[in-house]
């Protein structure tokens, strides 16, 4: 069974430093990955996804990179901003025909003023 | 940007009612999914529907719930008789004709409280 596990739990950083936030998976036959950021009481916005054929994706300060052999990932954003405070999540799609995503518990980020 | 639109924000019940929960997905999208998460806890896939039939449940969707598209735009989620642990936030998502290439569309979702 896939699981999905997140670390840091949550991260608290003063705004212009560059992070990184990670994810592993236990099994590696995946389909795709994708981060996902969520705002309180709001709905998930999907930031980067990563074919599994693939090793980075990139989207502006963004940029995620997969092993999936190691079964990890992680999203490195640059220069952060008070406004990429929010919960971000990893989830992964299997291999093999299944519509599910298997999500992570998130990161939960503040960037400070 | 296009929106994948959920009605209400916060539904409150009493154990035992039915609930409906209502999704308005993006217009050009065919894949349609429910996904929810209890308090604390991580996202959840419950059920994804693909040319008005249910294509995968999880074990979580069980005979309490059902799907359906009555009118080509409109989705919903219906729980016949609800419990305490039905309590939880439920995320509408769908995607476009190309499955697994695609990003998946959220909802903001609906607030379930279950008294």
């Keep these: 069974k896939q699981e999905v596990t997140q670390i840091p739990a949550a991260l608290s950083v003063p705004e212009g430093e560059n992070l990184v936030l990670n994810c592993s998976f236990t099994d590696s036959a995946i389909y795709n990955l994708q981060w996902f950021r969520q705002d309180p009481g709001k709905g998930l916005t999907s930031l980067l996804l990563i074919q599994s054929s693939q090793r980075e994706q990139t989207s502006g300060r963004l940029n995620a990179s997969l092993d999936k052999s190691s079964g990890r990932s992680t999203l490195y954003i640059a220069a952060s901003q008070p406004g990429d405070s929010a919960t971000y999540l990893c989830a992964v799609r299997p291999q093999g025909g299944s519509e599910k995503l298997v999500f992570g518990k998130g990161t939960k980020l503040t960037v400070n003023p | ?115």
């Design chain 2, 1 to 115: 940007e296009p929106e994948v639109t959920q009605t209400p924000s916060h539904q409150v019940t009493q154990m035992g009612q039915e609930v409906i929960l209502r999704c308005v997905p993006i217009s050009n999208h065919l894949y349609f999914y429910w996904y929810r998460q209890i308090l604390g806890q991580k996202v959840e896939f419950l059920v994804s529907f693909y040319n008005n039939e249910i294509s995968e449940k999880s074990e979580i969707f069980d005979d309490q719930f059902s799907v359906e598209r009555p009118d080509g735009s409109n989705f919903t989620l219906k729980i016949r008789s609800t419990k305490l642990e039905d309590s939880a936030m439920y995320f509408c998502a769908s995607i476009p004709t190309d499955r697994r290439g695609e990003k998946l569309f959220f909802g903001s979702g609906t607030q379930l409280s279950v008294l």
